[in-house]
């Protein structure tokens, strides 16, 4: 077509409604022009000339130019199909494109998916073929859906855009047919996408007169289609992940006949010419991973190197470098480089470049791999390579980077930051301990008919001691009171409310219980046994006299269970409450992490039967082949087994040990990663292993658990002859063996007893009973009781509840009805003393339906991890926050503790009670101040990101929403360089605002890749009391659950002497749209006349985006009076 109006892009634009019955055929695009020409002017939208005409309504917010994004090889298999131009008949639509001007694109927003294809400039056929979008969901030989745009003209009522789903199949992708998706060939449905009986499903439009380098002018056709429609009526795409696409034409046929080798189809019509779209949920989240890259010469090579700032779900990455020859990227090692599995907060990669020279420019591409195996490209990076000056060389680094070509190193490593043990630790635990029982003497002299009670704490399965002396005081009578009651049973001991039998010492002097831990709980080990002035259960005797012993110990199957918990892997677990911590991985095939050594104890294997070994396994990664993982597991040098499996779902690999294998103590298990041919790149981690074995029935450490096989049961090994055997195949009914025979054997004793096959038992010495973990009182509270109120609820572990009660006082005198509860009454009214966050959530729900006045605002005092048996060692998990699954992995959601909303839920991430008391004077004096920065509105942005979202212009659309007198205060990038934005932005917070707005990319510890605003800036601000609100839509800025972390969110809460008066924003991964629209919701009820509430304004705006808002989390008092 020719230019109009003397410019070299030309706007057209045509409204109707295909598949109408009257709607007119127009046969030209001037025809349409020239009916509608009044659309034309009101198209301001399209005003960069663009010739358009769209079919099924007028949809008028199409993605901007720089929101599509290019299906080339990056994303998939897909190459961009080259078809020479004018080889088929003129009315044939041929599908063109080049690594310069791709044939395909893929874009969304909050409401459409969106499909660009490229086609020869063909005026005529555009309107007489049917155009196909086929996709592929199960990666097989055929499509199994397509959009088609039926633009066949002989049989007006079928043009249109319609959802087809494959009717027949001749074994590959251009032997196909589709059919509507009511299961007709030759009807509509009343529901499909063709622009009658509904509207606002789909839509078509041409944008013609586009021009390329190699192909002259072309023409987009780009269909529009509605994720709520695709919802509803194509599910199983919905879901799928990742899309593989092709293009198809029909030349002069409508859209029911069957494609053949005369259709155009892109990359050939094979499997192969399709394309991973790696579209989920319309968007791509907002997170940091990339913030540097670099490139330097050293000893003579090019040493490529970046860093990223987060890795969430992160597998590994491709280095691409661009071939300027060919204007195409190739990868620089075939390699995928691993990313830090153990260092979710980044690290620093540096891989040697083969290819490149020094003192040459280099652009550079890289592609994040995901362990779903979605893929993700930044940059380009035009670097140029000097030398690098004072650095070590290639060899002298050695390690990595000498052996393989790249190294990695983790920005902190997990295990470099674990506090030290206070040097008055005893002294601290003595004085909560006085605390704790003068608490409980208040408490029961407060609460009339209230019982003291004593709770015993254990944490591993054994026999354990309680003296009368120790519980006599904690009972509140005295110890030779108590006696006689132990010996007659007039104490009882329950455990998870189930009485427990338990055995009283020679005298009364204590009693005996058999303990184990928590069963099954990701939350804790610690299981709590309570004792009460009640009558209890005593131990029964059964009979174990024996007329004689055998002469050795016999064996007994025992089964030795090995895990260690080094690496939190909630990027590949979709289940809350599933054990998500990993012992180490394996990469496939690297020389260095390729195989892997585990320790297995096998005390006093017998080595006489076969053996078997359960090896625990989980999949990091998702590739096309299937399976994808393949696992060799050798025993001590010796190979005993395979396996294989697919995806990230998890692997159990059974395999037998024959006795000569397994050797009494310590064995080696060796897991080694194979890549099997075809799969690009497989990655794993090592879970646990459980070993069943025969075991010599023989004391470890003078003690024995086991299970007897014979009618005679003999253990030998004990130090002592004072040997107590106990029948606890009951675990809350043991019984005591009584008549069991006990002999010295050399040096050590032998018991033996008449035994039941099948039943456990257990034998230890005096010096195998062990000490409970805690011996304390209870301090009785009663909140279950309907005629509580309470406004405002502060939750708060023992050592935090001064801070908590200075809060709650605070509150108290401005009118609200304020409340202090003690995390650990939760747990005994709502889950029997043990800790687990669910309890939370019980007392929270309990308390808004039934209490008298039940509660708008929770406080959580005291930061919460999702390391909740401190296995890294930090010891910040204080009052534990509940996780939600996403598509990204597990996140912390404090919104869950009242998932049907009307709660304000607030933070305070302190980890010592220092810091909580910092943080209630910061809310003090800032509901005290004021001044001119009450009027200040500070805003920032990211650069735009065309797959991602338009920050600056998001952005400015909310200052749309800023009302005077307020001034505003922007610094978005890249409206002014990074530098000067960080320092006008930090003198902006230091001369105090209101509101700071963030929307963009963010990482744990950042605003923006380059650092718009970092934790370290967070620390040296100097504001005092003139507090911001930050409101941060991004991603992870607010996961405060990162055991031994500061995450941005709280180190701007927590700064002395500044930072923020509260923080709003994700603890995952966030999608711009929604997050946007939570954003323009929050300002206008911030922004709304009258008084202000923090967590009011917070739970208004949530309701726009329900299930993103479950990510965002308020580090802050929610009953916070907005000063402005």
């Given amino acids: 077509m020719k230019p109009m109006g003397g410019r070299a892009w030309v706007v057209r634009a045509l409204m109707g409604r295909a598949g109408a019955a009257s709607s007119p055929v127009l046969g030209s695009h001037h025809a349409r022009l020239a009916a509608l020409a009044a659309v034309l002017l009101a198209m301001t939208s399209l005003s960069t000339g663009t010739e358009v005409a769209q079919y099924g309504g007028t949809h008028t917010e199409w993605p901007a130019e720089a929101q599509w994004v290019a299906l080339t090889q990056s994303s998939g298999p897909f190459a961009d199909p080259v078809d020479k131009r004018g080889t088929n008949p003129p009315s044939r639509i041929d599908f063109v494109g080049d690594a310069a001007d791709p044939c395909g694109y893929r874009a969304w927003d909050s409401s459409y998916l969106y499909v660009r294809v490229r086609v020869d400039e063909s005026p005529a056929a555009t309107y007489t073929d049917t155009i196909f979008v086929m996709i592929d969901i199960n990666n097989d030989s055929t499509p199994d859906y397509a959009f088609a745009w039926d633009s066949y003209t002989t049989i007006n009522t079928d043009r249109g855009l319609e959802m087809q789903v494959l009717d027949k199949s001749q074994g590959n992708w251009n032997t196909v047919a589709f059919k509507d998706v009511d299961g007709s060939a030759s009807s509509k449905l009343s529901s499909d996408i063709n622009g009658a009986g509904r509207t606002g499903d789909g839509y078509v439009r041409t944008v013609d007169e586009v021009p390329t380098r190699n192909f002259g002018t072309t023409t987009y056709v780009d269909f529009a289609i509605s994720r709520t429609y695709l919802q509803t009526y194509a599910p199983a795409l919905w879901a799928a992940t990742p899309w593989r696409i092709a293009f198809a034409a029909m030349p002069n046929k409508d859209d029911h006949g069957t494609l053949d080798s005369s259709g155009d189809i892109a990359g ?114 035009r670097v140029s390579v000097a030398e690098a000056a004072g650095s070590a060389g290639i060899a002298e680094a050695g390690g990595e980077l000498a052996a393989t070509g790249y190294s990695r190193k983790a920005r902190r490593g997990w295990g470099q930051r674990a506090p030290g043990v206070p040097a008055d630790e005893p002294g601290r635990r003595k004085g909560q301990a006085e605390a704790k029982a003068l608490r409980a003497k208040t408490a029961l002299a407060a609460l009339p008919g209230a019982q003291p009670a004593v709770k015993i704490t254990v944490g591993e399965t054994g026999l354990y001691y309680v003296s009368a002396a120790e519980i006599a005081p904690l009972l509140g009578v005295a110890e030779n009171g108590l006696r006689p009651q132990i010996r007659n049973g007039m104490l009882s001991l329950t455990c998870q409310g189930k009485a427990v039998r338990y055995l009283p010492a020679a005298g009364g002097t204590g009693l005996y219980f058999f303990g184990q831990p928590v069963p099954g709980s990701i939350y804790t080990d610690a299981n709590v046994y309570w004792l009460r002035h009640e009558r209890g259960l005593l131990m029964a005797a059964v009979g174990g006299s024996s007329a004689a012993a055998d002469a050795a110990p016999g064996t007994f199957r025992e089964t030795a269970h090995a895990e260690v918990n080094r690496y939190p892997a909630t990027g590949i677990f979709t289940d809350p409450e599933a054990d998500f911590w990993l012992w180490d991985y394996v990469v496939a095939g690297d020389p260095a992490m390729g195989s892997r050594t585990f320790r297995l104890a096998a005390p006093d294997a017998a080595g006489t039967c076969t053996a078997t070994l359960t090896v625990r396994l989980k999949g990091a990664t998702q590739t096309k082949m299937n399976p994808d993982h393949h696992v060799v597991v050798s025993l001590n040098g ?113 018991v033996s007893l008449a035994a039941s096959a099948g039943s456990a038992y257990l034998a230890v010495a005096p010096a195998a009973v062990k000490t409970p973990a805690s011996v304390e009182p209870d301090v009785p509270s009663r909140l279950t009781w309907r005629g509580n109120q309470a406004d405002y609820v502060v939750v708060a572990p023992a050592g935090f509840l001064d801070g908590a009660e200075e809060l709650a006082s605070y509150r108290r005198g401005q009118g609200l009805k304020a409340v202090v509860v003690d995390l650990e009454d939760i747990y005994d009214e709502f889950n029997f003393g043990i800790a687990d966050p669910h309890a939370i959530q019980a007392f929270l729900a309990l308390a808004r339906g039934t209490w008298k006045t039940g509660p708008r605002y929770a406080v959580l005092a005291g930061n919460g991890t999702y390391d909740y048996k401190n296995y890294l060692g930090y010891g910040d998990n204080l009052v534990p926050p509940l996780m939600v699954a996403t598509d990204y992995g597990l996140f912390a959601a404090d919104a869950q503790f009242a998932p049907d909303g009307g709660l304000a839920i607030g933070r305070l991430p302190a980890a010592t009670a220092g810091e909580l008391s910092t943080l209630v004077g910061k809310i003090i004096a800032y509901e005290a101040a004021g001044g001119p920065w009450t009027k200040s509105v500070v805003l920032a942005a990211d650069l735009p990101d065309k797959n991602a979202g338009n920050f600056p212009q998001d952005s400015d659309d909310l200052s749309g929403l800023v009302p005077a007198p307020y001034a505003v205060s922007k610094f978005h990038l890249p409206q002014m360089p990074l530098k000067d934005a960080r320092a006008g932005l930090l003198d902006a917070l230091n001369r105090g605002a209101f509101l700071l707005n963030y929307i963009g990319h963010g990482g744990m510890d950042r605003f923006s890749s380059g650092g718009l605003l970092t934790v370290s800036d967070a620390g040296a601000l100097s504001n005092g009391s003139r507090l911001p609100v930050v409101t941060a839509f991004t991603c992870i800025a607010g996961r405060f659950e990162m055991p031994g972390c500061r995450c941005l969110g709280q180190a701007l809460v927590l700064q002395e002497g500044g930072g923020g008066i509260a923080f709003w924003g994700p603890t995952g991964m966030s999608e711009n749209a929604p997050a946007k629209g939570m954003g323009a919701e929050f300002f206008r009820h911030a922004f709304a006349p009258g008084p202000a509430v923090l967590g009011d304004v917070a739970l208004k705006a949530s309701v726009v985006s329900p299930q993103t808002a479950q990510l965002y989390e308020l580090l802050g008092d929610p009953a916070l009076r907005l000063r402005r």
Avoid: H
């Fill in 268 to 381: 050939g019509g094979t499997p192969s010419g399709s394309t991973s779209i790696g579209w989920t949920d319309g968007a791509y989240p907002t997170a940091v991973a990339v913030c540097g890259f670099g490139a330097s010469a050293q000893d003579g090579r090019v040493v490529v190197e970046w860093e990223t700032a987060s890795e969430l779900g992160t597998a590994g990455f491709y280095l691409e470098r661009l071939n300027e020859a060919s204007g195409k990227y190739q990868r620089v090692i075939g390699e995928l480089v691993p990313a830090l599995l153990q260092s979710p907060e980044g690290g620093t990669y540096r891989l040697v470049d083969p290819w490149a020279k020094p003192g040459e420019t280099c652009t550079y591409r890289l592609v994040e791999v995901e362990t779903s195996g979605r893929e993700r490209s930044y940059g380009p990076y």
């Fill in 638 to 750: 010796a190979p005993i087994g395979e396996g294989r499996w697919d995806g990230t779902e998890g692997c159990a690999l059974t395999l037998s040990v024959g006795p000569p294998l397994l050797v009494p103590g310590d064995n080696a298990v060796t897991v080694t990663g194979v890549r099997d041919a075809g799969v690009p790149y497989s990655i794993f981690y090592v879970d646990s292993f459980d070993l069943a074995y025969p075991r010599l029935c023989r004391a470890a450490n003078d003690s024995l658990l086991c299970r007897a096989e014979r009618e005679v049961l003999a253990i030998e090994g004990f130090s002592d002859p004072a040997i107590l055997v106990f029948d606890v195949t009951a675990p809350l009914e043991p019984a005591v063996v009584d008549g069991a025979m006990v002999e010295k054997v050399e040096n050590l004793y032998r």
